[in-house]
């Protein structure tokens, strides 16, 4: 199937990034139809067409993929410009702000919004989109740097380090399942608190209550899933692309997908996907060792080559995608690493860019 990515990344010419690409077709068709909704004619609301369209290429080139911009540039040219009154800025500091530096996103800049008139449901959207569009544009990168990495050598093995030592439990750390708490960060259960008015279960709408009963077993009391349900198709769509990255079988194993995404939360500074992701680690790892080391400094984490090289590629890719190539999967190629397992880190990484800025923009984190 050819998609956005696919055509942005010229993967004619990398039979071996479109081969890995194939395998993960649910991740390509739930992205897909993100952007075909975010970015449709029409949509309920007051957001026009023309603004987010101008909202996609702006998060786009702030991320420094150009070829993402391009894409939303070249449609965007073809309709009217957005009017560039007092509503229209607030929108495009905002969308400025949560693309650059998601976690400076605090709740006063998103008040901002419906203090310039947007209601509710348009924020939501707005804030829906500005995630995608930093999701996908990592997406480009990622799958770029494997395009341009090019295939694995036929027969080659990993490089071979010293053999691992059998596992010892840090006697500084508490055992996996007690509380990790180091830096501001925490293994700990948290929740989490809308800054904007949320649905009501008792009052929604049809759409609403099975996109609420499909998106997840608590869903009717989670204020996150709550205020995204103010947009039910985005929120259904949403939850496609996550569950086709996070749970897809095969590829790289569920616990390094946690990995990864526990270290791009860590970089952009948002606690509670921290929380979440570094519990699932241990849940599946059995240990909490790199957890630590990722919230003490993510840049030197990893308790091998293999552990080492998923961080850094992790990092990489959140800080600056515009710089991202494949410099930077080339230590995964060499710990041994796959082309899927490859694009299973890039997804994953990319993926958080989305669900960090949707935590870190629409609440906060609450501790027990």
């Not at 007051?46 to 987010?52: I, K, M, T, V």
């Not at 290429?57 to 420094?64: I, K, L």
């Not at 650059?100 to 605090?106: L, V």
């Not at 609420?212 to 995204?228: C, E, G, I």
Request: with cysteine.
């Amino acid at each position: 199937m050819t998609d956005t990515i696919d055509r942005l990344t010229h993967l004619d010419n990398a039979p071996h990034a479109q081969a890995a690409r194939q395998q993960r077709a649910k991740a390509i068709a739930a992205t897909q139809a993100c952007e075909d909704l975010l970015l449709a004619p029409v949509l309920p609301g007051g957001l026009p067409l023309p603004e987010r369209l101008a909202v996609a290429q702006a998060v786009a080139a702030a991320s420094g993929v150009a070829a993402l911009a391009t894409h939303y540039g070249a449609q965007l040219a073809r309709l009217p410009a957005p009017v560039q009154d007092v509503r229209w800025q607030v929108i495009t500091r905002f969308a400025h702000l949560l693309a650059t530096e998601p976690a400076s996103a605090d709740r006063a800049a998103l008040l901002a919004l419906p203090g310039a008139g947007l209601p509710t449901p348009d924020v939501v959207l707005l804030a829906q989109l500005i995630g995608f569009v930093a999701y996908q544009a990592r997406l480009v990168a990622g799958v770029a740097a494997l395009a341009a990495l090019g295939p694995a050598t036929q027969g080659a093995a990993p490089a071979q380090g010293e053999p691992d030592a059998p596992f010892v439990h840090p006697a500084n750390l508490p055992p996996p399942g007690e509380p990790l708490r180091l830096n501001g960060y925490t293994s700990e259960t948290l929740d989490w608190k809308a800054w904007l008015p949320v649905v009501d279960p008792a009052t929604a709408s049809a759409e609403q209550n099975v996109v609420l009963d499909a998106s997840h077993p608590k869903a009717r009391t989670s204020d996150f899933y709550l205020v995204l349900a103010h947009q039910p198709r985005v929120l259904a769509e949403r939850s496609q692309a996550f569950n086709a990255i996070m749970y897809a079988p095969g590829g790289l194993p569920r616990a390094e997908r946690e990995l990864a995404t526990t270290v791009v939360s860590r970089i952009n500074g948002c606690v509670y996907c921290a929380s979440v992701h570094a519990q699932r680690f241990e849940q599946l790892a059995k240990r909490n060792d790199v957890i630590a080391q990722v919230f003490t400094d993510p840049d030197g984490a990893g308790t091998g080559a293999r552990e080492r090289a998923i961080v850094q590629a992790s990092a990489a890719l959140t800080r600056a995608p515009g710089g991202f190539g494949p410099q930077h999967l080339a230590p995964l190629r060499a710990a041994g690493l796959g082309d899927l397992e490859l694009l299973d880190t890039v997804h994953a990484a990319a993926l958080f860019a989305w669900a960090n800025r949707l935590m870190l923009n629409l609440g906060e984190a609450v501790h027990p």
